[in-house]
C-alpha cells in the first residue's frame, strides 16, 4: 500500500520535473547548462529530452533492483519464497492474460486459440485447476478428444477438481455410446455429489437402460430428496420402476417377492394399468381372488383398459359366458357409458351368443368412433346374426383401413408400443408412454389382441370356441378380399 502510495509520489514528482526542465529550456533559449562538482555541461534541446528519458528509464531500474533488494532481504530473513515470488509475478501476470484470452476464445468458439492459450497459461501460472480445466474444454472444442480426456483424468488427481474430471469423463463415455463405463463413472459423481440434478438424471437413464430397477429406484429417491421431483410425480415414476423391477423377478421365477413388489406399485399409482394387471395375476397367484378384482376395479374407475379387462377374465378362466358376463358386472356397472366399457360389454355378449344385446352394448361407437376393434365386434355380430358373407366382409374390409384407437403412444416421440414399457424403444424417454388415440392407420397386430383382447387373448377353453371359430374366419375373409 505504502509502496503504490511512493510510487505515486515519485510519478508526479517526476513530471513535475519534466515541466520544470521544459520550461527551463524554453528560458534558456534552447539549451541547458549543468554543473556537477566543477563539471559544466552546455546540452541542446535534443540533448536535453534524451537525457530526460534516459533518468525515467535509469529510475524504473532503480525501483526494481529496490524490489530485488527487498525480495533478498527477505529470504535472508527466512522467507524463502520470497525471491522466487519477485520474478514469478511477471511469469502469473502473463499467465493470467493468457488464461483470460483463452477463456474468450473458447466462449467465441476458437477452439485452437483457446488450445494455444490454455498451455500457454499451464506454463506461467501454478494453477493445474484452471489451467487443465481450460485444456480440456479447449481439446473438446478442437475435437481432439485424446488430449481431453488425458486433461479430465490430470483433474481426477485433485480433491477440488475431480467431479469436475469425472463429470467430463462421463460426458464423452456418453458421446461414444460406452454405457458401461458411463454407468460406472455416473455412480461416481453421484456418490461425490449427491443433489447434482443433471448427474442423477444422466445415472437414472443409464440404470432404466440396464434395467437396473433397484438403483434406478434409489436415484429416483435422491431426486425427490433434493427437490428436484414433485411428490405425485415421484410416486408415479417410482411405480414404474417398481413395476419393473416385480417384472423381471416374474420372468424368473414367480415369487413371493415379485407379487409384492407388484402390489407395492399398484399401491403406489394405482391408475398404472400396467402395475394393476400385474398386482391381480400376482393376487391371483397367492389365491387372493378377491383382492385381485378389487385392484382390477379400482384401476378401471381411474381409466377403463382393455389389458385391465384381459386381467379380469383371467381370474376366472374356465367360467361360462354367462357366468362371465355377471362377474364383470362388477367392472361394468362402474363407467357404463364409457367407451371401453361399452365394447367389452359387446364382447362379452358375442361370447355368449346373444348377439342382440352385443349389438346394444355396442350402440353407435361404429358410426361416432370407428375403429379396428369396434368394426370387428360389428363383423362378429353380424355373423353371429347370420348376416350375409358380404356383409361380415364390408364390415371386416372397414375395420382394415379404420384407425387403430387407442394405443400406447410416447408423448415425446408419438411412438406406438404393441406393450407398455417403463421407457420408450424408439427416444429413450422414461414414463413417457401414455393410452391414447392415434392419428395413424395401420394393420392388425401379429395376435390382433388390441381388437378383441377377450377372445382372442383368452387361453383355449371350452366356453372359448365359438368365437375363436369367428375369428378364424376372419384371415380367410380378408384375403379373399
Ligand atoms: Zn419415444
Not at 547548462?33 to 536535453?48: D, F, N, R, S, Y
Not at 399398484?266 to 395375476?281: E, F, K, T, V, Y
Not at 393410452?435 to 392388425?444: L, N, Q
Request: hydrophobic share 45%; charged share 25%.
Amino acid at each position: 500500500m505504502i509502496w503504490s502510495l511512493l510510487k505515486v509520489f515519485i510519478f508526479i514528482a517526476l513530471i513535475a520535473a519534466l515541466a520544470y526542465g521544459a520550461g527551463l529550456l524554453l528560458d534558456t533559449g534552447g539549451g541547458i547548462q549543468i554543473t556537477v562538482a566543477g563539471w559544466e555541461l552546455t546540452l541542446g534541446p535534443l540533448q536535453a529530452v534524451i537525457l530526460a528519458l534516459l533518468l525515467v528509464v535509469i529510475l524504473w531500474l532503480i525501483l526494481k533492483a529496490v524490489g530485488l533488494v527487498v525480495a533478498v532481504l527477505r529470504f535472508l530473513n527466512g522467507d524463502e519464497t520470497a525471491i522466487s515470488r519477485y520474478f514469478d509475478r511477471n511469469r502469473e501476470r502473463k499467465g493470467y492474460q493468457a488464461l483470460s484470452e483463452g477463456l474468450m476464445a473458447l466462449a467465441s468458439g476458437e477452439g485452437r486459440v483457446a488450445m494455444s492459450r490454455a498451455q500457454k497459461a499451464e506454463r506461467y501460472l501454478a494453477k493445474p485447476e484452471l489451467t487443465t480445466l481450460l485444456l480440456a474444454q479447449a481439446a473438446e472444442a478442437t475435437g481432439d478428444t485424446k488430449r481431453a480426456t488425458e486433461a479430465y483424468k490430470r483433474l481426477l488427481g485433485d480433491d477440488k477438481t475431480r467431479f469436475v474430471g469425472v463429470r467430463g469423463l462421463l460426458k464423452q463415455k456418453l458421446a461414444d455410446g460406452d454405457t458401461e463405463t458411463a454407468l460406472k463413472l455416473a455412480e461416481k459423481a453421484f456418490a461425490m455429489k449427491p443433489k447434482h440434478a443433471e448427474t442423477q438424471d444422466i445415472l437414472l437413464k443409464l440404470q432404466a437402460d440396464k434395467s437396473d430397477w433397484k438403483g434406478a429406484r434409489a436415484t429416483l429417491g435422491a431426486k425427490l430428496k433434493a427437490g428436484e421431483l414433485p411428490r405425485d410425480v415421484y410416486r408415479r415414476r417410482d411405480a414404474v420402476l417398481a413395476l419393473q423391477e416385480a417384472k423381471i423377478v416374474f420372468d424368473e421365477s414367480a415369487s413371493i417377492e415379485a407379487r409384492e413388489a407388484a402390489i407395492e406399485a399398484n399401491r403406489l399409482s394405482p391408475d398404472l394399468i400396467p402395475a394393476a394387471c400385474m398386482a391381480a395375476r400376482g393376487l391371483v397367484q397367492k389365491g387372493d381372488k378377491k383382492g385381485a378384482s378389487r385392484v382390477l376395479k379400482k384401476a378401471w374407475q381411474a381409466k377403463p383398459h382393455p389389458d385391465l379387462a384381459a386381467a379380469f377374465a383371467e381370474i376366472e378362466p374356465d367360467e361360462t359366458p354367462s357366468a362371465r358376463i355377471k362377474r364383470f358386472k362388477l367392472l361394468t356397472a362402474i363407467q357404463p357409458d364409457n367407451e371401453q366399457t361399452r365394447l367389452l360389454l359387446a364382447e362379452l355378449h358375442v361370447a355368449a351368443e346373444d348377439f342382440p344385446t352385443a349389438r346394444r352394448s355396442l350402440g353407435d361407437i361404429v358410426t361416432t368412433h370407428p375403429t379396428q376393434r369396434s368394426l370387428a365386434i360389428m363383423a362378429a355380430i353380424e355373423r353371429g346374426e347370420g348376416a350375409e358373407d358380404s356383409v361380415v366382409r364390408a364390415w371386416l374390409t372397414r375395420a382394415l383401413s379404420a384407425p387403430r384407437g387407442p394405443q400406447w403412444c410416447c408423448d415425446k416421440c408419438q411412438a406406438i408400443h404393441a406393450q407398455w414399457h417403463p421407457i420408450c424403444d424408439n427416444c429413450g424417454g422414461f414414463d413417457t408412454l401414455s393410452w391414447r388415440d392415434v392419428a395413424e392407420f395401420g394393420g392388425a397386430s401379429a395376435t390382433g389382441t388390441e381388437l378383441l383382447p377377450l377372445i382372442v387373448g383368452q387361453k383355449p377353453a371350452p366356453a372359448a370356441t365359438p368365437e375363436i371359430e369367428i375369428l378364424d374366419a376372419e384371415p380367410a375373409d380378408k384375403t379373399s378380399s
